[in-house]
């Protein structure tokens, strides 16, 4: 049988009272004093065991009870081999002397590799003072990342892969492109570099993020780079410049631009307006002129009508009866007396009068004939 924890602590079970013997009686206040002493060094071997986590090294605690911080989970030896115990946050009960244990952070942790030399493509020595690595260890991940890597996995896949990984990146670029061209772009390089042979080889391990400070160079070398940024900053200056005259030049040819189109769409509009006033005229005078060809028309037919009218009246009158008292008339309106020893022949035959008249009747006849036509 295994001892109990006060055997194994050095605490010897105390002996029980003997019983008192018929022939002596017991002695006053000795079976108390022997109790309480019991009772007495029980608590104090009790708190001992208790106590010592906070007073020893956890690895090789003495105590039976131990406690596990939150955000960390407890792992176990026994005898130096890894137990596949997995404990969460809390307080538990351990074997002393022969188990210990560890608490293994399993929430993010920042581990800071600091100083960190390297060489650039050109022989150039810089060092990174600072890299800051956000890590986490995956707690389904634990035992297996510890039994392969121990406590300090993190030395193995952070610390000294970081350094492997900048010496490696510093070796093939120079130095500007390390200090200015491609420094926005060492996180991200470091951080799929890591995660990378972690995914491989160490599955547990998750790298969140890579933070990387500034590398310090030779004192000449930086002064140089100042220089050339305050170069650079001058072009930039002067490029800006360039770049407020351009716009304002651009500015001042669209506001002349925009000028010449509004006179030009005002002259456009005044020219088409006069067009439509002068196009306006033209349509009233067509319809006076219209009007004056219909009341002209209206005129010229009426005349004709009327001297057709006449015409046709006249073609009436045109009777031998009428013209020989229209010849009659004529002629007694301009009688005229003659003195002297001759007269002047005069044909006053009716008949040949008569003939006359009918051959002029019929001239009219054509005539207003033809005119109808």
Same mark, same amino acid.
């Given at each position: 049988m295994d001892p109990s924890p006060l055997q194994r602590g050095g605490f010897s079970p105390i002996p029980p009272s003997?019983?008192?013997?018929?022939?002596?009686?017991?002695?006053?206040?000795?079976?108390?004093?022997?109790?309480?002493?019991?009772?007495?060094?029980?608590?104090?071997?009790?708190?001992?065991?208790?106590?010592?986590?906070?007073?020893?090294?956890?690895?090789?605690?003495l105590s039976i009870l131990h406690q596990v911080?939150?955000?960390?989970?407890?792992?176990?030896?026994?005898?130096?081999?890894?137990?596949?115990?997995?404990?969460?946050?809390g307080f538990h009960f351990k074997i002393p002397l022969v188990t210990q244990y560890e608490?293994?952070?399993?929430?993010?942790?920042?581990?800071?590799?600091?100083?960190?030399?390297?060489?650039?493509?050109g022989g150039v020595m810089i060092n990174?003072?600072?890299?800051?690595?956000?890590?986490?260890?995956?707690?389904?991940?634990?035992?297996?990342?510890?039994?392969?890597?121990?406590?300090?996995?993190?030395?193995?896949?952070?610390?000294?892969?970081?350094h492997h990984e900048i010496n490696q990146f510093c070796s093939s670029h120079s130095l500007q492109q390390v200090y200015i061209d491609v420094f926005d772009q060492i996180d991200?390089?470091?951080?799929?570099?890591?995660?990378?042979?972690?995914?491989?080889?160490?599955?547990?391990?998750?790298?969140?993020?890579?933070?990387? &400070? %500034?590398?310090? $160079?030779?004192?000449?070398?930086?002064?140089? @780079? #100042?220089?050339?940024? *305050?170069?650079? &900053? %001058?072009?930039? $200056?002067?490029?800006?410049?360039?770049?407020? @005259? #351009?716009?304002?030049? *651009?500015?001042?040819? %669209?506001m002349a631009i925009s000028e010449a189109e509004k006179n030009a769409n005002v002259s456009r509009i005044l020219m088409e307006q006069k067009l439509m006033e002068k196009e306006n005229a033209r349509r009233q005078q067509d319809i006076e002129n219209q009007i004056y060809l219909a009341r002209e028309k209206s005129l010229a037919d009426a005349d004709f009508y009327r001297l057709l009218k006449e015409a046709e009246a006249n073609k009436l009158k045109l009777t031998p009866q009428f013209l020989?008292?229209?010849?009659?008339?004529?002629?007694?309106?301009?009688?005229?007396?003659?003195?002297?020893?001759?007269?002047?022949?005069?044909?006053?035959?009716?008949?040949?009068l008569g003939s006359f008249l009918q051959n002029v009747s019929r001239e009219v006849s054509k005539v207003a004939f033809s005119s109808e036509m």
């Open positions: 003997p019983s008192p013997s018929p022939h002596h009686p017991p002695p006053r206040g000795g079976g108390s004093s022997a109790s309480i002493l019991s009772v007495l060094f029980f608590s104090v071997g009790l708190l001992f065991f208790v106590m010592v986590p906070s007073l020893s090294n956890p690895h090789h605690s911080p939150e955000g960390h989970v407890g792992v176990y030896w026994r005898g130096g081999a890894l137990l596949k115990t997995i404990t969460d946050p608490a293994v952070q399993v929430t993010l942790q920042t581990d800071q590799v600091r100083d960190i030399p390297c060489g650039t493509k990174f003072e600072k890299i800051e690595v956000v890590n986490r260890l995956h707690k389904d991940y634990v035992y297996e990342t510890l039994l392969n890597y121990g406590v300090q996995y993190d030395h193995t896949w952070i610390y000294d892969k970081i991200e390089k470091m951080k799929d570099a890591l995660q990378g042979d972690c995914t491989k080889y160490a599955p547990g391990i998750e790298i969140i993020s890579v933070r990387v &400070t %500034k590398p310090t $160079i030779p004192e000449s070398i930086r002064r140089n @780079f #100042e220089q050339m940024e *305050e170069e650079r &900053t %001058k072009v930039l $200056i002067a490029i800006e410049k360039q770049k407020v @005259f #351009e716009k304002e030049a *651009e500015t001042m040819k %669209k020989e008292l229209k010849f009659i008339e004529a002629i007694s309106s301009n009688t005229k007396i003659f003195f002297g020893n001759k007269i002047p022949n005069m044909i006053m035959d009716q008949r040949m």
